[in-house]
């Protein structure tokens, strides 16, 4: 009798709940890709990196730079600073180490016939990048633009993230 009970009130209670869900609406099963694309519909279509090249070509024409460098994994930074490199310090995280070879945080890149300090200018008039360094010369990379993608910096797990 005690089971029978329970089983009729553990139903009726069943029936109160889905009742109320059915009064609320139906629930909408989403997809959050498709929201952020639909949201964000240039950033899905093209990559990072298409945009780093196409603002290139827009501000200096096509075949008239060159990328030296992207993407580094954390052991590659270590490696440039052992040469001597003038990278990011020992405990931090360049931003050319945030996300991945086919969308790196920055870019390493040379301007033909233009000096590094001319082209940095011309290129943060253009604007699109959160910074644009002009560098010296380091490791095995002569004069060169050190373009970052990504916002300023932030708090990474291994340390604070620097150019």
Do not use: N
């Amino acid at each position: 009798m005690k089971f029978a009970a329970r089983s009729i009130f553990a139903g009726g209670a069943m029936a109160l709940c889905l009742a109320t869900a059915a009064a609320a609406g139906t629930i909408q099963v989403v997809s959050a890709g498709d929201e952020f694309r639909a949201a964000h519909p240039r950033r899905a279509a093209r990559g990072a990196g298409d945009d780093f090249r196409s603002t290139m070509d827009q501000v200096f024409g096509p075949g008239r730079w060159r990328q030296t460098s992207g993407y580094r994994s954390q052991a590659e930074e270590d490696g440039l600073r052992r040469q001597g490199a003038g990278t990011v310090a020992p405990g931090r995280i360049s931003h050319h180490s945030i996300g991945g070879p086919g969308s790196p945080g920055a870019y390493d890149a040379v301007v033909d016939s233009m000096s590094p300090e001319t082209a940095a200018a011309k290129l943060r008039g253009a604007g699109g990048f959160s910074r644009v360094v002009a560098e010296g010369a380091h490791g095995a990379q002569g004069p060169h633009l050190h373009i970052e993608l990504t916002g300023p910096p932030a708090r990474a797990a291994a340390g604070a993230v620097a150019d």
